[in-house]
């Protein structure tokens, strides 16, 4: 069997940029800082990594007490911010989707940086998906090592990695 793994924001989706503007109406509703993430590059970083750079790398506020709070409010402005006329799936990802799906020996997943919760908002109801491989909270690591983690969660028998890519949908 082999898993093949997507990514979901700018890969499956666009998502019309909800989950930045949620982002920076956690941090106004909560510290009254306007555009708080303005400036933080996200791509590649999990949910977590983004919140904790933001509050303590660009404001100095500390992530004790304060993380689970930006992200509660972050998870609530999501589900409200990704009903927006920019939201699309990308051309060609329903296509090669169910024609993947129709392969015997291949399962789909998403691999993403996005907390659970979130990933969910962004992606619900579209594609075959077995299995979301996603940042816990727990982990600071790249996306990129996150393969492993799939490797490990999902009974791909034998579990090897043919070759690594991310598919881009224009």
């Known amino acids: 069997m082999r898993l093949i793994l997507f990514d979901i924001d700018g890969t499956l989706i666009d998502s019309g940029g909800a989950g930045t503007r949620s982002l920076n109406l956690a941090l106004k509703e909560l510290f009254s800082i306007e555009n708080g993430f303005h400036g933080i590059s996200m791509a590649g ?11 303590m790398m660009k404001h100095g506020i500390s992530t004790n007490g304060n993380l689970s709070t930006v992200v509660d409010s972050y998870l609530r402005r999501l589900k409200e911010e990704i009903n927006n ?3 699309h799936i990308k051309p060609g990802v329903h296509g090669i989707l169910e024609k993947l799906s129709l392969i015997r020996d291949v399962a789909l997943g998403l691999l993403t940086g996005n907390l659970e919760s979130g990933a969910m908002t962004n992606f619900l109801g579209t594609g075959p998906f077995k299995k979301i491989i996603r940042e816990n909270g727990n982990q600071e690591k790249r996306l990129p090592l996150f393969v492993q983690i799939a490797v490990d969660q999902y009974p791909v028998t034998p579990p090897k990695i043919n070759y690594s890519f991310w598919i881009r949908f224009a």
């Open 45 to 55: 970083k999990t949910d977590t990594q983004i919140m904790k750079e933001g509050l």
């Open 85 to 87: 006329d920019r939201k």
